[in-house]
Every structure is written in structure tokens, then in C-alpha cells.
């Protein structure tokens, strides 16, 4: 198994990464390696463009990237080029502000076992709890979950190589926030599951300071057109995979 621990961490945010490095303390022969973050608001507008279409956002979303958002997205582009780049059969890529809440050595070796094909796998849901609409259980008192929603945060997620290679592919260059995007995944052929119960979630007494939200300038219009369109296609996409009987029963799990 070629497996790895990204860290996603600003270059001025020690402490932060201080934490992440405690919370990983258990483990010390997982290999670890800290990735450098992509300053949003110290990059240069020629530095941002190389991936942000700002032509894109202003047709499709609902408002501007912050500069905490497009270095977000960055961030985790920059992840999935060194999977691609070192050929890891799949990677854990953690936002700095991340507590541990399992055995991981354990969840790596489920994830690293199972069968069937998949790209992406969430690990935390700092937001409300989504319903699911498909469970296997795994060893070690995991389960495999598919959301009828796909949650948002990227704070934990395991990414396969094939994953990484069709993020690179169909999501870059990018013109809105990337846990946004991989809601889309059943529109960019991206396989997005769970794991329950949570494995991982935010640590709150740190301030974002990689990603935040703003809810000035919002096109209203634009928003609520998104937010339509997304729940068409979604219910769509989980009726043609799962079935009406497995749709209509999708409940929240209790953890």
C-alpha cells in the first residue's frame, strides 16, 4: 500500500499545525508530510488566475471567491498533484484545523482493503448531519456511506489516484469554493462517499484562516437558480443510482 498524510497548513500558522501534528502523535508511523498552503491573500492576481476563472465564476456563481477560498482550492489542488505525482494508491488530506475521533491506522487499513471503485470519501460533517442513502459496513465499526447529499468542509477526506487525476482533469481550473464543487460529483464522474461514523471533525476554537465564506454581494437571483438546479440534478442522479425504495428510505444516522 502506498498510502500518505497530507497537512494542509499556512507557512505562518504554527500553531495550527502544532495541534495537527498532536493529534497524529498516536500514530508516529503513519507517514505524515506537511504541505505548504496557498496564501490566497498573498498571491499574486497572475498567481491565482493559473486556476481561478474569474470569466466562469461571474456566469455561475452567486458571488466573487474570497481570497481564503481560492487559496483553499488551491491547497487541495496542490494535494492531488503530489498523489498524482508520487502515484500513492490514495491519501488522507487534512485541513490543519482537524481532531482525530477513531483508530486511523485502522480506517486506513479498511479503506485500503475495500473492493469497489471509489474516488473521494468524506471524513468529517462540521454542518448538519445528511441523510444516507446507502450503507456497507466495513471492519473495525466503520461503514461505507453514500449521502443523499454530499456534505461540505473539506477538513478530512481520503482521495484515491484515479481521483486525484479526475479532480485534476474536471475540476481545475475552478470558479467556485471546492467543497461546493464536489457536490457536483455525480455531474464531474467523481464517486463521493462517507464513512460512519465520523472519523474526523473541525476544531473550533481556531479561526479560518484558509477558508471562509462572505455573504456580501451575493446575486440572489443566481443563488437560488444554483441551489434549483442542484437539487434536480442531484435527486436525478440518486434515483437513476439507488432506486426509488433506497431514495425514499434515506434516513440521517444516529452516531
Same mark, same amino acid.
Do not use: M, W
Given at each position: 500500500m502506498n498510502f500518505k498524510i497530507f497537512i494542509i497548513n499556512l507557512d505562518r500558522s504554527v500553531e495550527r499545525y502544532q495541534h495537527a501534528v498532536a493529534q497524529l502523535a498516536a500514530w508516529p508511523d503513519l507517514p505524515v508530510e506537511r504541505l505548504s498552503a496557498a496564501d490566497g491573500s498573498r498571491m499574486s492576481?497572475?498567481?491565482?488566475?493559473? +486556476? +481561478?476563472l474569474l470569466t466562469l465564476n461571474q456566469q455561475h456563481y452567486h458571488k466573487l471567491l474570497k481570497p481564503g477560498e481560492k487559496g483553499c482550492y488551491i491547497s487541495h !489542488?496542490?494535494?492531488w498533484q503530489q498523489i498524482v505525482a508520487q502515484q500513492l494508491d490514495f491519501a488522507l488530506i487534512l485541513e490543519d484545523d482537524f481532531v482525530v475521533q477513531c483508530d486511523l491506522p485502522a480506517l486506513v487499513n479498511e479503506i485500503s482493503q475495500l473492493k469497489e471503485q471509489w474516488h473521494y470519501i468524506k471524513l468529517a460533517m462540521p454542518n448538519k448531519a445528511q441523510?444516507? !442513502?446507502?450503507? %456497507?459496513?466495513?471492519? /473495525?465499526?466503520? *461503514?461505507?456511506?453514500? +449521502?443523499?447529499?454530499?456534505?461540505?468542509?473539506?477538513?478530512? &477526506?481520503?482521495? *484515491?489516484? /484515479?481521483? /486525484?487525476?479526475?479532480l485534476l482533469d474536471k475540476a481545475v481550473p475552478f470558479y467556485r469554493p471546492v467543497d461546493v464543487m464536489l457536490q457536483y460529483h455525480f455531474a464531474l464522474g467523481i464517486k463521493a462517499l462517507g464513512i460512519s461514523p465520523q472519523p474526523f471533525c473541525p476544531e473550533h476554537s481556531f479561526d479560518s484562516n484558509i +477558508?471562509?465564506?462572505?455573504? /456580501?454581494?451575493?446575486?440572489q437571483w443566481l443563488f437560488?437558480?444554483?441551489?434549483? *438546479?442542484?437539487? $434536480? &440534478?442531484?435527486?436525478? $442522479?440518486?434515483?437513476?443510482?439507488?432506486?426509488? %425504495? *433506497?431514495?425514499? %428510505?434515506?434516513? %440521517?444516522l444516529s452516531e
Open positions: 492576481e497572475e498567481e491565482l488566475n493559473q +486556476y +481561478y !489542488i496542490r494535494c441523510p444516507v !442513502i446507502q450503507r %456497507k459496513a466495513l471492519g /473495525a465499526g466503520f *461503514s461505507l456511506v453514500h +449521502y443523499k447529499k454530499h456534505p461540505v468542509s473539506t477538513v478530512a &477526506q481520503f482521495v *484515491s489516484l /484515479a481521483g /486525484a487525476q479526475l +477558508y471562509t465564506r462572505d455573504k /456580501a454581494d451575493k446575486k437560488f437558480k444554483n441551489r434549483l *438546479s442542484y437539487f $434536480f &440534478q442531484s435527486q436525478f $442522479f440518486n434515483l437513476r443510482t439507488y432506486g426509488l %425504495k *433506497s431514495f425514499l %428510505k434515506a434516513r %440521517k
